[in-house]
């Protein structure tokens, strides 16, 4: 069983950097495919980003402003935001799965284990 912590969210200004970390603890890190999803308000879950044997993966509306990467040695996976929009506000969720994937849209019943989330919220 996998866990996964998410932390770095915060608040922060239209055009500003963030980056968000996700540690996990209880199995072998870098046999997962790791992936980022969000849910904004009233909103379903969405992909960000993912990182696989295959790729590295970003859905539309951050490429070239995200950046997914990942630490074996700390068993951490990061994304790094720049110029942030206020569309980009949302809770954002690491989730880890066994299965190799590949595309610009991770379906979330792919994913077999899942953070509690980290709020990012930017401002205009």
């Known amino acids: 069983q996998v866990q996964l912590v998410e932390s770095g969210g915060g608040l922060v200004q239209a055009g500003g950097s963030l980056r968000v970390s996700c540690t996990a603890s209880g199995g072998t890190f870098s046999s997962y495919t790791m992936g980022w999803f969000r849910q904004a308000p009233g909103k379903e879950r969405e992909f960000v980003a993912g990182?696989?044997?295959?790729?590295?993966y970003y859905t539309d509306s951050v490429k070239g402003r995200f950046t997914i990467s990942r630490d074996n040695a700390k068993n951490t996976q990061y994304l790094q935001m720049n110029r942030l929009e206020p569309e980009d506000t949302a809770v954002y969720y690491c989730?880890?799965?066994?299965?190799?994937?590949?595309?610009?849209?991770?379906?979330?019943?792919?994913?077999?284990?899942w953070g509690k989330g980290t709020l990012v919220t930017v401002s205009s």
């Open positions: 990182l696989s044997r295959f790729g590295i």
């Open positions: 989730a880890a799965t066994v299965t190799s994937i590949r595309g610009d849209n991770w379906p979330r019943a792919l994913m077999d284990y």
